[in-house]
């Protein structure tokens, strides 16, 4: 059979890239100074420990050079970035009080459509702070807490302080210091002792002014035994001017607990989305990731899981889709810190019109870990010559009593397949797509269904028409 | 030359808490190079010549950019000026050599460091085998820098074969090279089980239509034994097929690092590149690091990579022991199956003999 150029065009993302005008109350000077930083502190009434450990992060910020790894980050000028912008409403508890115009972009983003009946919450924030926000009665009966940043900040204080950029501290590396100096918005979840919440939490949030970088700070607390799954979405519309998204995900996940991280990121082209996650699991306890990357310019994201407490696992399901323009540099880390804990790493990555996909991962095992059991499993689709496609693992192991194993694979669609299927009198195009599809198949089986179907409207865009 | 840094370092680099990026000497480089016994092969035979390697300095100069570096830039140039030994070995067109070359080196108390380059240049259709055997007589340490590049022309299909048996205490710096054209095959073989620390090096470029080129390792790791593996295959011509295989075993408190790259260049359509790493960990107290990178700009490549690390079955074990075997006798016998494979790839049945009895006497630490 004749080898065919597989050509894929780009996605129109119309909806994704609808922009509303830029209307916001207040805005900070361009640039970065303690003064801004205070500013943004007193702007918030936060109290007295949270102005210090921003300063504090703003030094370490200074300090801190930028990675010699990974894409370039050239492009990056912090002095011309507006890190703060604050949305011209302020918090609202009902849909129907939501600004039309805000409203509506997040309506044409299907926003609404998912706040159904069945789902706990929404917490969208628009710009940098939170605009609408419910939780169920149900849920505020037992005892879940789930607010912006701010409102903890101020209502849950002591336990803020206690977890707050304890577990990525601002030290880790330059874009955690600089969120940490400038954090504004975000998600906090408290879920109490046996509790399961079984309907998702989620939270859709997006940047909308030219030249904003995005800070968000999500914190949740999983106490023993209890069960959450959150849902992390976020798109934003396109702009010429570099926008920065350096956002930090504080996941504590107690014993026996379990706690499912969903996120399907769909920035707009010219994102750089340097955004760092972790979780610490206590014994027993579980962390599940959902990992969807489509969206941005440049993406540094590898979730990290840091299994702290006997029996603890950790699973991460991620797949990776970059087009024209795209380097995305995304992967998972392990840290094996007990006995009997086990990991289980899976990623897809689809590479097409000169796009450029990365696995970067890494799995430790510490000299205590024994009986520690990982898996990861890489697999990468390219889809026509001019793509990029690497896989960077790594693994440390510092113990005999392991079992350890990594598979990686590289290619394109196999010709003998689309020929099967075609003489099952399935079109080129179409069998095609139904391959990469199914490529996709163990990322989506793991979304709850409305994001599945978001996840599979994006594949199909993307492949749409011009695959052949 | 005093210790030096940056070496082995791999083509992308990565998380710096990781340590993996690049390694350095931990030893130091003796400051006096000596080493005046030199092995006995040269001469002009039917199908094959070999030569010091100084008198062919311009030829190789020319051949230098098809490769792809050693150990790192300074320590491929420390080897070509501080060199005490090293041959460039030519095999006839069309010669098909039946017997291996075989070079034997061996470090005394008067020989204790050795610099060796060779170059083997193999010509259209030739076809050899050459080993190169490092040992020591019952002295302690020494130090061992190298480089092996292979030219291999269009149809030749060269083997090398190189063993390290040094003392414990020693310290090596090794670099394998090869440069392959159309249709030829390069394969090595490499077998680490001697050295205090070792830092080791092979890259293959598959630069011609449809060429094959194939890393074999096994290594041995005990007491504080540091091995540092850099290997890289190369695709670069279409149809390019690339294999790396090693396997090793870790005691006592040694450490190993392997890394192992399969690049696909952009034109190497139809390529196909295979990497597999298996460890197998007897001690509580090793350290395994595995690097196995892929690198991808073609689509039409087929890319695989497996690495996996553990104990020994325990499966596997118990049927053995219920058959009357000591716990010992049956770890020896599953390692010495799992290295069996690559064992076989050489030759000369002396040399299998002394790897066998230096992998037995190193299991009794067991």
Sequence with gaps: MEKNKTVVADIDRGMYDIKNEDRYSYKVSQGLTPEIVTKISQEKNEPEWMLDFRLHSLKVYEDVPLP????????????NIVTYVRPHTVMKGNWQEVPADIKNTFERLGIPQAEQESLAGVGAQYDSEVVYHSVKESLRK?????TDMETAVKEYEPMVKEYFMKLVPPQDHKFVALHGAVWSGGSFVYVPEGVTVDIPLQSYFRLNSPGAGQFEHTLIIVEKNAKLHFIEGCSAPKYNVTNLHAGCVELYVKEGATLRYSTIENWSRNMLNLNTKRALVEKNGAIEWVSG????KISMLYPMSILKGEGARADFNGITFAGQGQHLDTGAKVVHAAPYTSSNISTRSISKNGGIAVYRGAVKVTANAHHSKASVN??????DDSSRSDTLPSMDILNDEVDIGHEARIGRISDEAVFYLMSRGISEQEAKAMIVRGFAEPIAKELPLE?????NNLINLELEGTIG | MESIDKLNAIPVRTWKWLGVNETRLA??????IKYDRQPLIEGNTAGYMVAPIAAHSDQIRFMTKKFAGGVSQAADEFISSQRNSGYFIEISEDAKLTKPLTLYYELDAKNPSLVDDHFIFARENSEATVVIYYSASDFPAGFHGGMTRVYAQKGAVVHVVKVQLL???????????????EEAHVEFTLVELGAAESITSAKVCLNGKNSSGQINSLYFGNQQQKIDMNYELKHVAPGARGLIESRGVLLGKSQKTFRGTLDFLK???????????????????????SIPLMLCGEDDVEGQHAASSGKIDEEQLFYLMSRGLSEVEAKKLIIEAAFAPIVAKIPVAAIKDAISENIRRRLADV
């Design chain 1, 293 to 296: 990357s489509f969206g941005s």
């Design chain 1, 68 to 79: 010699d790894w990974g894409p370039s980050l050239e492009e990056l000028d912090m002095n």
């Design chain 2, 267 to 289: 034109g190497a359509k139809g390529a196909k590149g295979r990497e597999s790493e298996f460890t197998v960990l007897l001690s509580p107290e090793v350290r395994n690091r």
């Design chain 1, 451 to 455: 994001y599945a179907v978001e996840m």
């Design chain 1, 142 to 146: 037992q005892g879940v807490i789930y």
């Design chain 2, 27 to 32: 030893g130091r480089i003796p400051e006096k």
């Design chain 1, 378 to 383: 890489c697999e990468s689709l390219m889809l």
């Design chain 2, 167 to 181: 003392h414990d205490a020693a310290m090596q710096l090794d670099a394998v090279d090869a440069a392959i054209e």
